[in-house]
Nanobody, 125 residues
Framework: QVQLAESGGGSLQAGGSLRLSCEVSGATLKYCMGWFREAPGKEREGVASLFPETNTPRYAASVKGRFTISQDNAKTLYLQMNDLKPEDSATYYC????????????????????WGQGTQVTVSS
């Protein structure tokens, strides 16, 4: 079982930037890792995923060009969020799974095995 713990959430105005961190324990470079978000009344959705061994990212269309996912030796997962919009407001979760790599990139679906507790991001207009 992989342990994950997010940090870095907060409240800010639209157009600002924020970097989320996720401390990861028990994963290897062959684990898929991802960031997800869940807004009130909406389903949890994939934001970005990464296969640490190849550092191949994948992004949801809504964040591509604004968010960047990165990792440090499968120990820490980051999400750099720029040009934030009110619709980015949500609880953000990091997740890991040993089996969601298709040979090119990692899934953005919510079927990951291990999850963190989440960190809140609120963007005001």
């Amino acid at each position: 079982q992989v342990q994950l713990a997010e940090s870095g959430g907060g409240s800010l105005q639209a157009g600002g930037s924020l970097r989320l961190s996720c401390e990861v324990s028990g994963a290897t470079l062959k684990y898929c890792m991802g960031w997800f978000r869940e807004a009130p009344g909406k389903e949890r959705e994939g934001v970005a995923s990464l296969f640490p061994e190849t550092n191949t990212p994948r992004y949801a269309a809504s964040v591509k060009g604004r968010f960047t996912i990165s990792q440090d030796n499968a120990k820490t997962l980051y999400l750099q969020m720029n040009d934030l919009k009110p619709e980015d407001s949500a609880t953000y979760y990091c997740a890991a799974d040993p089996g969601l790599w298709n040979g090119i990139w990692c899934s953005l679906g919510t079927g990951y095995r291990d999850w963190g507790q989440g960190t809140q991001v609120t963007v005001s207009s």
